[in-house]
T-cell receptor, first 113, second 117 residues
Framework: GQQVMQIPQYQHVQEGEDFTTYCNSS?????IQWYKQRPGGHPVFLIQ?????EVKKQKRLTFQFGEAKKNSSLHITATQTTDVGTYFC?????????????FGKGTKLTVNP | DTAVSQTPKYLVTQMGNDKSIKCEQN?????MYWYKQDSKKFLKIMFS???????INETVPNRFSPKSPDKAHLNLHINSLELGDSAVYFC????????????????FGSGTRLTVV
């Protein structure tokens, strides 16, 4: 079945350093979503990418969707302690469509002040 | 104000008991989900309902029975609880974009932490 692989599993940075998490799918994705889950919290939707090669920015966060629509990345510039949490990518299952979102295992980001 | 609300937030129970978790969304979404998050933070879909109709049942033991009385509510009943059922259970909802067939991001509830002892 379709898998969404995410690396790294953990990332520890000093405040002010940059951070990137990568997501790879075994199949072409119609779109990809990114979520953030704070410690003890619930996943919160950040963004959805749809087009091949798409790049979107949200303040210090830059999201990219690969040309082949099989990979994506989230880059955070100059991390802050408020960026702490687990970042998940998620894509629709080929058979499940919009009713079945498959999540990567997440990248847990910790930031040292 | 809460968009997707789940109750209870915490549930501690003994093996063999039966328990229920309730979920309600006030966003007008037509699809609701149950996800299970294990201790390693892996989020796995369990069920999906669209307008009260079961769409996805993801190889979940039949001790788990979802029920959707209307499109704003999705409950989860678990019979004969086992130690391995301990996890955080998230309810979520979403809305399909009618025009191009994609959908908006999922809105998750705050989760129910189930501990089976």
């Amino acid at each position: 079945g379709q898998q969404v692989m995410q690396i790294p599993q953990y990332q520890h940075v000093q405040e002010g350093e940059d951070f990137t998490t990568y997501c790879n799918s075994s199949t072409t994705l119609s779109n990809i979503q990114w979520y953030k889950q704070r410690p003890g919290g619930h996943p919160v939707f950040l963004i959805q990418l749809v087009k091949s090669g798409e790049v979107k920015k949200q303040k210090r966060l830059t999201f990219q969707f690969g040309e082949a629509k099989k990979n994506s990345s989230l880059h955070i510039t100059a991390t802050q302690t408020t960026d702490v949490g687990t970042y998940f990518c998620a894509g629709p299952h080929p058979q499940g469509g919009s009713e079945k979102l498959v999540f990567g295992k997440g990248t847990k980001l910790t930031v040292n002040p | 104000d809460t968009a997707v609300s789940q109750t209870p937030k915490y549930l501690v129970t003994q093996m063999g008991n039966d328990k229920s978790i309730k979920c309600e969304q006030n966003l007008g979404h037509d699809t609701m989900y149950w996800y299970k998050q294990d201790s390693k933070k892996f989020l796995k879909i369990m069920f999906s309902y669209n307008n009260k109709e079961l769409i996805i049942n993801e190889t979940v033991p039949n001790r788990f029975s979802p029920k959707s009385p209307d499109k704003a509510h999705l409950n989860l009943h678990i019979n004969s609880l086992e130690l391995g059922d301990s996890a955080v259970y998230f309810c979520a909802s979403s809305q399909v974009r009618r025009r191009w067939g994609g959908w908006y991001g999922y809105t998750f509830g705050s989760g129910t932490r189930l501990t089976v002892v």
